[in-house]
Nanobody
Framework: QLQLVESGGGLVQPGGSLRLSCSAS????????IGWIRQAQGKEREGSSC????????NYADSVKGPFTISRDSAKNTVYLQMNSLKPEDAATYHC???????????????????????WGQGTQVTGYS
């Protein structure tokens, strides 16, 4: 299992912004599709976004499309999730994750990504306050 490490979570007011980071230990993130999956207390896991290794294409859940942006910094071996205009319902533990190609499709192409995830980080907590 690949080791992924998230950081950047914290307390945020409605309308605020955070940038989450996903780094890797011992391997290069550029070689993998990487997704961000969140889980709010008492709710199901939800894949929020994904970035492809092949062409950098991205996809987003409807619930975050617009305010959230996933990106890579190859030099830093890091994938980011920029979250703007945060809402109370965005409060959750955010995990970065990846998975293998299946059925001829890459990890980002197999939706929902949370079901195809083989490696997960421990997560970083985003907590909202008013």
């Amino acid at each position: 299992q690949l080791q992924l490490v998230e950081s950047g979570g914290g307390l945020v007011q409605p309308g605020g912004s955070l940038r989450l980071s996903c780094s890797a230990s011992g391997f290069t993130l550029d070689y993998y599709d990487i997704g961000w999956i969140r889980q709010a207390q008492g709710k199901e896991r939800e894949g929020s976004s994904c970035i492809s290794r092949t062409d950098g294409s991205t996809n987003y859940a409807d619930s975050v499309k617009g305010p959230f942006t996933i990106s890579r910094d190859s030099a830093k071996n890091t994938v980011y999730l920029q979250m703007n205009s945060l809402k109370p319902e965005d409060a959750a533990t955010y995990h970065c994750a990846t998975g293998e190609r299946r059925h001829g499709l890459g990890y980002c192409g197999l939706l929902p990504i949370e079901q195809g995830s083989d490696s997960w980080g421990q997560g970083t907590q985003v907590t909202g306050y008013s």
